[in-house]
């Protein structure tokens, strides 16, 4: 079992930079993968970016690609979100998540395959 618990949220102009921080809980947590997936009002969640267990692969969504970092410290066991030149699209709750058992370590972009999730951070970005 994993507890997550995300900060770092709030209300930045568009241009501007967040650092999201999830915590987790747990002897294990450096075997999961890691993700971080937000959900807008009226939309399904998506996924952002995650990181492998070792933090050697990464993924991340189209509309993020180059303006958003992910990071992990498995000595601390904490993820980062390092998010940049933010936009007004960007708004939504930001959700940490874990995948416990990745398949040959290989990242999972389905939600299905994140089984302990966070209670979210909410971002809101102004134009």
């Known amino acids: 079992q994993v507890q997550l618990v995300e900060s770092g949220g709030g209300l930045v102009q568009a241009g501007g930079s967040l650092r999201l921080s999830c915590a987790a809980s747990?002897?294990?947590?450096?075997?999961?993968?890691m993700a971080w997936f937000r959900q807008a009002p009226g939309k399904e969640r998506e996924l952002v970016a995650a990181v492998s267990w070792r933090g050697g692969s990464t993924y991340y969504g189209d509309s993020v690609k180059g303006r958003f970092t992910v990071s992990r410290d498995n000595a601390k066991n904490m993820v980062y979100l390092q998010m940049n030149r933010l936009k007004p699209e960007d708004t939504a709750v930001y959700y940490c998540?874990?995948?416990?058992?990745?398949?040959?370590?290989?990242?999972?972009?389905?939600?299905?395959?994140?089984?302990?999730w966070g209670q979210g951070t909410q971002v809101t970005v102004s134009s």
């Open positions: 998540a874990a995948d416990p058992d990745p398949h040959l370590g290989i990242i999972a972009t389905s939600r299905m395959s994140y089984n302990y």
């Open positions: 747990g002897r294990t947590f450096s075997s999961y993968n």
